[in-house]
């Protein structure tokens, strides 16, 4: 599944959804629970909770696993982790160069040894 900055960013701009995300976040969470406490938090349908619960998985956030009848709820690390590397990309924008940046730093320094090594003796130096 091709996560989506877009479907992350706006799963992440309701505060139902972010409640949802810190419940699941505690520890997995069957359906009834996160309705249950999303309730108690707020006034809102267990459908609507369902449809929360659908954005969240859609945009790779939370996943879903079966348990008998019921269904259990988790944080997915990997949704969490590309909203961190964009957010990260704009705290330091250049990190994305350093690694090339760093091979090209080594090829100068090895082309500058290589020309150093190569260099014949200049006239009126002995040997």
Same mark, same amino acid.
């Given at each position: 599944?091709?996560?989506?900055?877009?479907?992350?960013?706006?799963?992440?701009?309701? !505060?139902?959804?972010?409640?949802?995300?810190?419940?699941?976040?505690?520890?997995? $969470?069957?359906?009834?629970?996160?309705?249950?406490?999303?309730? $108690?938090?707020?006034?809102?349908?267990?459908?609507?909770?369902? $449809?929360?619960?659908?954005?969240?998985?859609?945009?790779?956030?939370?996943?879903?696993?079966?348990?008998?009848?019921?269904?259990?709820?988790?944080?997915?690390?990997?949704?969490?982790?590309?909203? $961190?590397?964009?957010?990260?990309?704009?705290?330091? !924008?250049?990190?994305?160069?350093?690694? !090339?940046?760093?091979?090209?730093?080594?090829?100068?320094?090895?082309?500058?040894?290589?020309?150093?090594?190569?260099? !014949?003796?200049?006239?009126?130096?002995?040997?």
């Amino acid at each position: 599944m091709t996560l989506s900055r877009e479907k992350i960013f706006e799963a992440l701009g309701d !505060p139902v959804r972010r409640y949802i995300l810190e419940l699941v976040a505690a520890d997995e $969470q069957t359906a009834g629970a996160i309705v249950a406490a999303v309730q $108690q938090h707020t006034r809102i349908s267990q459908s609507g909770v369902s $449809q929360h619960l659908k954005v969240l998985r859609d945009a790779g956030l939370v996943s879903v696993r079966a348990d008998g009848t019921r269904r259990l709820y988790a944080l997915d690390s990997a949704g969490v982790a590309a909203a $961190q590397h964009w957010l990260a990309g704009l705290v330091d !924008p250049l990190a994305q160069f350093a690694q !090339p940046l760093d091979a090209l730093a080594t090829e100068v320094a090895r082309g500058q040894r290589a020309r150093k090594v190569a260099k !014949p003796g200049r006239v009126g130096e002995s040997a």
